[in-house]
């Protein structure tokens, strides 16, 4: 059984920063492209980063570009979500999301596993 399990969300104020963690299970996060998105309230849920599964390729939404930095260590087959600079815009729930692509997506169909999500929530 696929579980991914997010960590390390909280209330920051602009401009902290805050990393956080996926942890996956049932799966090895060196063979899937991993995403995360999130989801502000009353909006729809939103890419934000990915790394792909074949050569470490990462992507980013334009308006986390130079903020956040996503990464896996295989070791603890765990990947993260390294937010700088974070501003109010910024909050919402954070999911982490696995996929079978070997190229890096920004499309919530091509993720087949998800974990509950985590709040993230910056005050201005």
């Known amino acids: 059984q696929v579980q991914l399990a997010e960590s390390g969300g909280g209330l920051v104020q602009a401009g902290d920063s805050l990393r956080l963690s996926c942890a996956a299970s049932g799966l090895t996060v060196s063979t899937y492209s991993m995403g995360w998105f999130r989801q502000a309230p009353g909006k729809e849920r939103e890419f934000v980063a990915a790394?792909?599964?074949?050569?470490?390729?990462?992507y980013y939404t334009d308006s986390v570009k130079g903020r956040f930095t996503i990464s896996r260590d295989n070791a603890k087959n765990t990947v993260y979500l390294q937010m700088n600079s974070l501003k109010p815009e910024d909050t919402a729930v954070y999911y982490c999301?696995?996929?079978?692509?070997?190229?890096?997506?920004?499309?919530?169909?091509?993720?087949?596993?998800w974990g509950q999500g985590t709040q993230v929530t910056v005050s201005s």
């Open positions: 999301a696995a996929s079978a692509f070997y190229s890096v997506s920004r499309w919530q169909t091509d993720y087949a596993y």
């Open positions: 790394i792909s599964r074949s050569d470490g390729n990462t």
